[in-house]
């Protein structure tokens, strides 16, 4: 399957450095050997897109310029700077591995110890490893995948057994004796931009004439991934209580969606408190996509003068504090609309 692995080890590893080399992104975490920097970028550029996660990634290095200060952040703080990122548990798991961190003295420096840190699996570890401490680690995203699978024309699913333990080995293999840190920067920079998802640039990419997937005509068809997601719809309602400039939220508690989050009054499912609450309907069906569950929410609005009997989680603040906390993208355009009346 992968026959032509040997003779192109090197050329392989060689032309992508020299593609780095002009081609290669300017990333503020690329600058520092700071483990600290280079653990936060690469765990808000987990289901992040580079442009969204560069001015977070920004916020965070300016409110808790090191991993002392954000250990020493509640979670609460955490999960507000965090807003809009969502997989909320990313947050959560970050300000405890800040927290491991400094009861640790400082960062590991080996990818087994790094695996230990919460929220860190193999790829970030190897990544981390690489950036900060030079360590001979291959890192393994996305972009990886796709260009070993393309390249070398494997399609084994990615997202098996087999497939993880394939393409890792490869990997290593392929990592070159000097200079491995620019090595795993080249291979996802070179994914992220040219040997890209949809529509990639093989007339410009320099490894064209040795391509496994250009020449048997696979590049769209490559990498594999098995299907195994079954994607469920959840009904949601909620009712946003307004009552003399304050209003009612409540967190959410573990073992659900948006863990520790903040919303509304939700009655989606409580029918009873819904007919006792009414309101005036917003926006009904709205689709919000998760990784698991698509969620169809309906948005009511209710204006009154006297306070309603609430259950005991939820808590009276006033409307204009509601900055101070973090809520879930979903509520967020509830906000949004609630606005235009």
Not at 109 to 123: C, S
Not at 205 to 229: I, W, Y
Request: proline share 5%.
């Amino acid at each position: 399957m992968i026959e032509n692995k040997a003779k192109t080890t090197e050329p392989f590893a060689t032309t992508l450095l020299r593609w780095f080399a002009v081609n290669g992104r300017e990333l503020p975490w690329r600058a520092t050997h700071d483990p600290y920097p280079i653990w936060l970028s690469e765990i808000i550029l987990q289901q992040t897109r580079i442009d969204q996660g560069r001015d977070y990634w920004q916020r965070f290095i300016e409110r808790w310029p090191t991993v002392g200060d954000l250990a020493a952040a509640s979670e609460e703080q955490v999960l507000r700077q965090w807003q809009g990122l969502g997989y909320y548990s990313r947050a959560r798991n970050l300000h405890h591995a800040a927290r491991q961190v400094v009861a640790m003295g400082g960062f590991p420096q080996t990818v087994e110890g790094l695996r230990k840190l919460k929220g860190v699996g193999d790829y970030t570890a190897a990544a981390i490893a690489s950036f900060a401490f030079g360590a001979r680690a291959a890192v393994v995203d996305g972009n990886v995948y796709r260009v070993l699978s393309r390249y070398f024309g494997i399609d084994t699913p990615i997202n098996t057994t087999e497939g993880k333990h394939l393409f890792a080995e490869l990997a290593t293999e392929l990592l070159p004796h000097d200079h491995c840190d620019d090595y795993n920067q080249a291979i996802m920079d070179f994914g992220a931009t040219l040997c890209t998802p949809v529509a990639p640039q093989c007339l410009q990419c320099p490894l064209h004439d040795s391509c496994e997937a250009l020449a048997s005509g696979r590049v769209t068809t490559l990498p594999v991934k098995q299907r195994t997601l079954v994607v469920k719809t959840r009904h949601l309602a909620y009712v946003y209580v307004r009552c003399q400039g304050q209003t009612a939220i409540h967190q959410r508690q573990p073992g659900d969606i948006w863990q520790g989050l903040w919303e509304p009054v939700n009655v989606s499912d409580d029918e009873a408190l819904a007919l006792r609450l009414g309101g005036r309907l917003l926006r009904q069906g709205v689709k919000h996509v998760l990784t698991h569950r698509i969620l169809m929410a309906d948005f009511y609005l209710l204006e009154t003068d006297e306070r309603p009997t609430l259950p005991d989680d939820y808590i009276w603040i006033d409307e204009d504090r509601l900055d101070d906390y973090a809520i879930p993208r979903l509520i967020e355009r509830l906000l949004e609309w609630r606005d235009e009346h």
